[in-house]
């Protein structure tokens, strides 16, 4: 049997703890520590220290923001065969980048590369921002976006991910917009 790609067995896990709710186009704040202000309604899923935005459907795009996470945080969990990495607060960019690449790998997905890494203004913090792409088991190839910085000592982090042939490019421009309005608190 094939292992659910991370963000489908992230969402399964979201999907029992709670239900979906409207975001409106209007300033949010994310995990108390900054905001954004999207332009479109979204709909979204909370757990702990991530929210997950979709408007079409988490499986073909969704935006996930991860807040305060902290020595030995994982970006989500699939089952307690499968070994995640965990964020370690000393760790570079560079790492991060890893760190997310190595999770969505062992979360099943396929081809996983995070490429261009680059310095990156979060809000007013500096931060870095890197691209990603992989494919689904089932061969669905998907791009995505991450920017990220440490605030107070905790990583703050916003992936963007969607089905290449056309869910990604749909809401890209939305989500760089929305990315622009980060302000933090």
Not at 36 to 64: M, N
Not at 70 to 93: C, H, I, N, Q, W
Not at 100 to 126: C, H, K, M, W, Y
Request: charged share 20%; with cysteine.
């Amino acid at each position: 049997m094939k292992r659910p790609i991370a963000i489908l067995a992230m969402l399964a896990v979201l999907g029992g703890c709670a239900a979906y709710s409207l975001v409106d186009a209007k300033q949010q704040t994310i995990g108390g520590t900054y905001t954004v202000e999207p332009g479109i309604q979204w709909s979204k899923i909370t757990d702990d220290k991530v929210e997950v935005w979709t408007v079409d459907g988490a499986s073909l795009e969704a935006i996930r923001f991860y807040s305060g996470m902290e020595a030995g945080d994982r970006l989500f969990t699939v089952s307690k065969d499968v070994k995640l990495p965990t964020y370690d607060p000393a760790m570079k960019a560079s790492e991060v980048m890893e760190f997310v690449v190595d999770s969505i790998a062992r979360g099943g997905a396929g081809n996983v590369e995070g490429t261009a890494l680059r310095p990156a203004q979060f809000g007013t913090v500096p931060g870095f921002r890197f691209d990603l792409s992989y494919t689904s088991s089932d061969g669905l190839w998907f791009d995505g976006l991450a920017i990220g910085a440490t605030i107070d000592g905790k990583l703050h982090l916003i992936v963007y991910a969607g089905a290449r042939q056309h869910y990604f490019p749909k809401y890209r421009d939305e989500v760089e917009r929305m990315i622009g309005t980060i302000e933090t608190t």
